[in-house]
């Protein structure tokens, strides 16, 4: 049942593709202008400074060089390829018309610090997505600046920080509290702000475990960090509650926008009590994931803090948008300058193609294709729908493939290997960290049922290959460009390879 | 009507869904969320538009800008419009590129991350460094993090930074480096050469002293020739010598591993990526090849390996054990998405330049400098640059004996259609009026020549 083939060109590194001594795009600027008059740079820069030999990058003609990236983006595979239903990271079909009109010259060739007057359609953009950013989370301001899920982390975890210096409490107030299902980024940007991390524990259901959440707060908590859904696509029913602990104790609550998907135009953090939020526009907002970014991480919120957000938001004043430093408490920057602008205008452009109305139904459409997607896979041999039995999950559900494992040695890694012969993406595994072999699935709204049901067939036919004979999956993937790749290896201390420069040394000192 | 983006949207299938989970309405899927909290409607977001109104709508909204391609702009100090040739484009936009997640299945995504390695190994060398990871968002929290990287490996707390720094690059740094008591100390820079004086930095640095750290070219344009000094004295006190690069100066000036970087910089978004309003940006972060600093790197790294049987070669990302999902709260960074595309995009841009377009390239940024330093300072009353030596990219101007405000210029430059420097007056006050300007390859001599009219005009008016 698949007819999946990825390119395998066995592409060699760039250092081995083309001649040795040609040039591609090396003279961007018109050959006269070298005469300029000046003096040889080599009695205007000293000796020191002078770099001796040209530096060793290869030589290629454009042809080899466009030749190149188009094979190996062949041997890639992006939401445009197909099904990607890599959970908490909502890979939903990313609009091109957003693409087409980020790439335009009005985004392109602005500069950070041009006057305002010059750039007052960049600055209304940012100013309205700042806006509705606030109306879909029931926030009261948002900074545009960070760069990513973690970085609006940081950016909170400062704000939290600032809060209870300025109340002459941080000495005090040492603890940021994560559920045990939280996302790993949660537990670093607290530390790196100088928090303790502690960890509360999950109940059946998936959801925190209120008692141990009232034994682990105390007026040495900072706040509470929580994504809501939580990681296993469960909503915090008792998040009113949760609330009420953590302000009783006088924390702040935190949330993790990265599920935000599931619930728009539904709920929002703000009315269930969190003071800050951060969205992740290259999830909710479809922004396209680029390999690994960029993406933006806006972070809004409540009133009371919005002296603190990094400087500058954007404000009005009538028909005009100023870049706005007035924020007292502020923070400072934790970026270069306002956010990733060109991904900005990305999301902008969905919220305007959705509408308010649409992106209620992202997340109706959500919810429903995963728990359609749940309920089948959990139907098959060898695979469970662990925790909160019975509770429709949202925009995601965890499998277990325990029972997998136990009857066939089969495991979560296979199975996901093994789906990638399918030409689909695989789940994300072993997370979150309290279900045993986790495979994590998030369909998202834009996937069709008849793809849907195609990706349920496909774990059908694992677990009948798996139960017959496991051979075929324990030796996947086949249809790749590679199969399965040495990772203990790439990462052994004494055979690691970082660079080209590193595997050059590495084989000169071979004898 | 359903949107073209929600494939379930039509009524049949929503029913078909509803009924294969067990529920008659979609609402049952929300009445987990408490009665007091679920939203009736929003009503302040826009509607539903197609793709014909939504285009018209922002391209409406996005014509107020003026781009250096309407204005001639010489803003620089950190981005700078540089050229991007038309296969960055075309490539980086293929959508098996664009639209994949951080390659955690190598198998199915070898062309992003023999891509990524790609970019790492033609960083590693133009900056003659072996490592290099695989992106951070921008200079400046790459300099936040190789402050806290210095302090991790030193065990001491205090990073010493040139005075003339960019302040945006210094307040990211501060974010980074205070909340852990990392405190940033400030060296001295003589008003004349801009050089730091060796004698004053030997009185700076301490057994406290975790990193020192230099750029070159500096923020505001000129070389650092002591560069091998700082280096030794930094060394000479156990601590770390942190370099911030632009790589376009990397085909002419020699590069940070000739002169003992330990840890190196820099921004990235020169090589094939646009301006953008700021964002994104590419941040550099790069160290020396010893198992100590690579340990406490921050990032993604991706490596080099083979099939498991051993026959084929192939690529995935390695040392994960530093990273937050596997190492949560000690972990040596919290970053997770990064700017991978813009890797990618500057991997391209390397490999269409080679060794020769970096030099010819680095050639003619200090050649169109230095022109347009020498026609400047021939307008009335304009110094420029204010510190003596050569300078790359950026340069200062100063307005104090034009008789005219710096702001003023400026404003009646715009009248002309020219974008010029940003004022340094509020951040460095002791260099009086000062802006600092920009050119790179994409200004021409006419350029700079019609910069020079506009000057003359107005200064001497
Ligand atoms: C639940 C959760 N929190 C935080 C993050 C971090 O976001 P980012 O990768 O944008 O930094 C992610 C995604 O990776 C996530 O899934």
Redo the contacts with the bound molecule.
Sequence with gaps: MTGFRQARWNEPSIFKVGRTKSHGVCSPFSSEDQKMGVDALTRLIPKNLLRRDEPNLPALSEVDVVRHFTRLSQANFGVDNGAYPLG??TMKYSPKVNDAIANSDKVHWIHPHQDESTVQGALEIMYKLSQWFSEITGMNGFTLQPS????G?YTGALIMRAYHRERGDLERRREIIVPDSA?G??LASASMVGFHVVVVPSNEKGCVDMDALESAVSERTAGLML?NPN?LGIFEENILEISRIIHDVGGLLYY?G??LNAIMGKARPGDMGFDIVHL?L?KTFSTPHGGGGP?A?PVGVVEALEGFLPVPTVGRDGEHFYLNYDHPQTIGRVGGFYGNFEVLVKAFTYVLSMGGDGLSRVAELSVLNANYLARKISEIKGFSLPYGSGILRKHECVISCSKLKMDTSVTAKDVAKRLLDFGVHAPTMYFPLIVEEALMLEPTETESLEELDRYASIFAQISREAYEDPTIVLNAPHNTSVGALDEVKASHPRTFCLSWRMRKKQQERKP | MSHPYLSNDPADIRRKLLDAIGISSVNEAFSDIPKQVRLAKSTSLPKPGSEVEVRREVERILSNNVTSKDALSFLGGGVWGHHVPAAVDTLAGRGEFLTSYTPYQPEISQGMLQSLFEYQSMMAELLEVDVVNSSMYDWASALGEAARMSARITHRNEFIVPHFLSPERLAVLKSYANPIGIRIKEVHQSLHTGQISLEALKEEVSSQTAGLYTENPAYLGHLVHNVEALAEIAHDVGSLFIVGVDPTSLGVLNPPGRYDADIVVGEGQPLGNYVNYGGPLLGIFACRNDPQLIRQMPGRLVGMTTTKDGGEQGYCMVLQTREQHIRREKATSN???NHALCALRAAIYMALMGGGGFRRLGEHLFSITQYATQQLSRVDGVRTPVFSGCHFKDFTVNFDRTGKKGVEVSKRLLERGIMGGQPLERDFPELGDTFLYAVTEIHTQGDVDALCEALKEIVEA
């Design positions: 908490s990271c990513a899920g973690a970085h982390e996302h980024t949660n994504t990681t993790d990265a599920n992740n290259h993406g991480g | 970053i997770c998405t």
